[in-house]
């Protein structure tokens, strides 16, 4: 039981102080973008699994450990009819097994519900789209899909078709180098398949609105891809041609859309500041924190590794 505390109190904390913190780590060591989106994406699985994996511990803590076998006897034995006594409920453990179906649940209505919304989100932009946008050919051999719209406008539509859309105010306001820096950072966000990632940070953030980890990650996860998208485009164009076409399009008004990945709505100041003064060197930085990542992400399911290995050895 001491051990389900202590575990209790960690994820409350982590859950309230985790992502300032991690978001203070990754900024004083400038770890590049796929570094941070691969620490963010850890940590927030890494809270949801422990999050599950302690309400499962919880129901079997009488037996002495944190065993596989423990929760599992005491599911069956909560619910047993007794001779004589009627039926009766040993609570610890079957409040460890409500929380662990209330948490799976809980998981698999935002996922259900995320997956929906952004069907439905798509589906709308795909019909909007048949309708007034027009395939136009763009700098550099590529073409993209141009609609009519005073507001700036850059998405990718994940999918096989790989759908870049740029709004009519978009292709007036950048020069060709520019709009064509525009194209390779949308393209980066296809090739990396950032629609994915972003999905399974959302669903966790709308599972469990009221963490602050869950919160920060989804945010940090997102500029990440964005960063790693910037980084992708200034290999080709160059880092001040990147940033100049963010600044353009964040000051002619800019908009998101559901459910995809925009080149200049999220964090444009922070981006244009990473992609003008680049850290000298992002390899060490980066294997630690692939190193801490996966730590971080075995570390709950190895805690009952060890028990539960002894706990089927002492059942042979």
């Known amino acids: 039981m001491t051990a389900v505390a202590i575990t209790c109190a960690v994820l409350a904390l982590s859950g309230w102080a985790g992502g300032p913190a991690l978001r203070l780590l990754l900024s004083r060591s400038r770890a590049d973008p796929a570094a941070a989106a691969l620490t963010w994406g850890a940590?927030?699985?890494?809270?949801?699994?422990?999050?599950?994996?302690?309400?499962?511990?919880?129901?079997?803590?009488?037996?002495?450990?944190?065993?596989?076998?423990?929760?599992?006897?005491h599911a069956l034995s909560a619910w047993r009819l007794t001779y004589g006594q009627g039926f009766t409920v040993d609570v610890p453990p079957a409040a460890g097994l409500l929380t662990a179906v209330a948490l799976t649940g809980r998981l698999a209505w935002a996922v259900v519900s995320t997956t929906?919304?952004?069907?439905?989100?798509?589906?709308?932009?795909?019909?909007?789209?048949?309708?007034?946008?027009?395939?136009?050919?763009?700098?550099?051999?590529?073409s993209a899909v141009v609609v009519e719209d005073p507001e700036c406008l850059a998405v990718c539509l994940p999918g096989r078709a790989g759908l870049v859309v740029l709004s009519s105010a978009t292709v007036a306001l950048l020069p060709t180098d520019a709009l064509a820096a525009v194209l390779a950072h949308e393209q980066a966000h296809q090739r990396g398949h950032h629609h994915l990632a972003t999905a399974v940070s959302g669903t966790l953030h709308r599972a469990f609105p009221g963490v602050r980890l869950l919160a920060d990650a989804d945010a940090g996860l997102k500029l990440a891809c964005e960063r790693i998208a910037d980084e992708s485009a200034a290999a080709r164009w160059g880092p001040r041609v990147v940033?100049?076409?963010?600044?353009?399009?964040?000051?002619?008004?800019?908009?998101?859309?559901?459910?995809?990945?925009?080149?200049?709505?999220h964090e444009v100041y922070a981006r244009v500041e990473a992609l003008l003064a680049p850290s000298a060197s992002h390899r060490r930085t980066g294997a630690t924190a692939v190193v801490v990542a996966a730590g971080i992400t075995v570390a709950p399911w190895a805690v009952l590794a060890v028990p539960a290995v002894r706990a089927a050895i002492d059942l042979l």
């Open 116 to 142: 929906r919304g952004r069907r439905r989100a798509r589906q709308g932009l795909h019909l909007w789209l048949a309708q007034h946008g027009v395939r136009t050919a763009m700098p550099g051999g590529r």
């Open 43 to 73: 940590c927030a699985l890494a809270w949801v699994s422990t999050c599950v994996i302690t309400a499962v511990a919880a129901a079997g803590w009488s037996t002495g450990g944190w065993e596989l076998v423990g929760p599992l006897r």
């Open 243 to 265: 940033a100049g076409a963010l600044v353009a399009m964040a000051s002619g008004g800019s908009r998101p859309d559901a459910g995809v990945l925009g080149a200049a709505t």
